[in-house]
């Protein structure tokens, strides 16, 4: 499985922003689907999860509320809406697929590049 991140980019807090993922290769089997960050100096932490089908979803606790993570498997596509942007949301956002649900990062066998997303005060 291929990944492709995009969507990034610079705004202010309280903006919103939407974050892509493409999939390609081996897509049939619909994998789940998160999306982790890193900002500078800390370690990846997992964001958003959700399963195959798209109806089971899980966030950390500091975006819950704020950002939500869908699929279209028509297009193997994953978004992360991410509304009311705080500058700790700054960070390289990287989606990823698993076999498994999960905010384990080594659950996830394949990632995307990351893309940057970056909150200004």
């Known amino acids: 499985v291929q990944l492709q991140a995009c969507g990034g980019g610079l705004v202010q807090a309280g903006d919103s922003l939407r974050l892509s993922c493409a999939a390609s290769?081996?897509?049939?089997?619909?994998?789940?689907m998160g999306w982790f960050r890193q900002a500078p100096g800390k370690e990846r932490e997992f964001v958003a999860t959700?399963?195959?089908?798209?109806?089971?979803?899980n966030y950390a606790d500091s975006v819950k509320g704020r950002f939500t993570i869908s699929r279209d498997n028509a297009k193997n596509m994953v978004y992360l809406q991410m509304n009311s942007l705080k500058p700790e949301d700054a960070a390289v956002y990287y989606c990823?697929?698993?076999?498994?649900?999960?905010?384990?990062?080594?659950?996830?066998?394949?990632w995307g590049q990351g893309t940057l997303v970056t909150v200004s005060s």
């Open positions: 990823a697929a698993s076999a498994v649900m999960g905010t384990v990062i080594a659950n996830y066998a394949y």
């Open positions: 290769g081996r897509t049939s089997s619909n994998p789940v």
């Open positions: 959700i399963s195959r089908s798209g109806g089971n979803t």
